[in-house]
């Protein structure tokens, strides 16, 4: 389901441009963290049902972003007939520019079906996978519930056989709903099934990188190039292959948060900041780690507001402490959840 829509949302995007692309991709990647919030939360009922109200709440979000981009990308073609950003106009344009740009397209389809051959045919592998992320939705594929995971101690003392426990037990639903919102339409647990997520995923960065690079104002090819580049990662593209990991959902939704964050800091688009604050949210609802990465956001926000003599202050400030810190021989403090830091 989940790698279906987001193809035919990339092929609309293609069509459409930069503004849909967009819409397609990055208000995709919103409503994948949103629903599953509200999945998680749904308590201890059918696990179909609870997908298929999550499921809903997906496609609302993706529906809303296309429709907003493609009432965008409509406005200001009639506004501006011959504007260049709207969508990909190749008329008077170079032909090796349009090869270029066709060469590059069908070369990053052939890696994501090679990548999708991977996924296809081999079997659950990554040694995360195997301890933490597929445990829960494989169990909750077989109950077909959502059974709580508990600690070790609570785990020994239940007598109903209702209950399991994993090492990172702790860790958040997110990135195990969405393996198991893939194996629903399978009808039973299926490792090809659970891995599929991960191609779409890959493919909403893809999308929502390209549209926030035509949305800045990148001409066509030059945001495709950017986009290759991107996706031809050797990490990333391991990442796919190996599905199971969920280094890739938090690198996924931090990147278009900071690249939807630099959007509203230079042009003042509520949207795109709204759509930053979404996804910055949704950083600690993927991993533990997220909530490192999450703070990151307000020594940006103070460095993108701030002007002058504030932000010197601000930076002389943090300098002192820095320092203050070093002479004293650092502190120690631990955070629930996150471990210890020194």
Known sequence: MAGGRTLVAGALARCAGGHLAHGAGVWRRAGFAGGDFVAARAGGGGVAAELCRSDHGIDAAGLAGGW???????CDSEANPDASSNGIHWRGQKLWRLAL??????????????LAQEIWWQPLYPWDAWTT??????????????LPFVDPRRW??????????????????TVPLLALWS???????????????????????????????????????TALIFTWLLLSLPLLDTHVALAGYADLWLATVFGLAVIAFFQWARDGDHRQGWLALLLA????????????????????????????????????????????????????????????FR
């Open 68 to 74: 907003l981009a493609w009432r965008r990308l409509w």
């Open 101 to 114: 740009f066709v060469v590059l397209l069908l070369w990053l389809g052939w890696r994501l079906v090679d």
């Open 133 to 146: 992320w597929m445990v829960r939705p494989r169990v909750w594929s077989e109950w077909h519930r959502l």
């Open 156 to 173: 020994l003392a239940d007598t109903t056989g209702s209950v399991y426990t994993i090492d990172a037990w702790t860790y958040p639903y």
């Open 183 to 221: 194996t629903l339409a399978y009808g039973a647990w299926n490792e090809t099934a659970a891995n599929l997520p991960w191609l779409g995923v890959v493919l909403a960065l893809g999308l929502g990188f390209y549209g926030q690079a035509r949305l800045w104002g990148v001409a066509p090819l």
């Open 281 to 340: 949210l949704a950083c600690p609802s993927i991993k533990l780690e997220g909530m490192v990465w999450l703070l990151l956001f307000p020594p940006a926000l103070l460095a993108a507001r701030l002007r002058g003599w504030w932000l010197l202050a601000l930076a002389g400030t943090v300098l002192a402490l820095g320092w203050v810190w070093w002479l004293t021989g650092g502190v120690e403090f631990s955070i629930p959840g996150l471990g210890e």
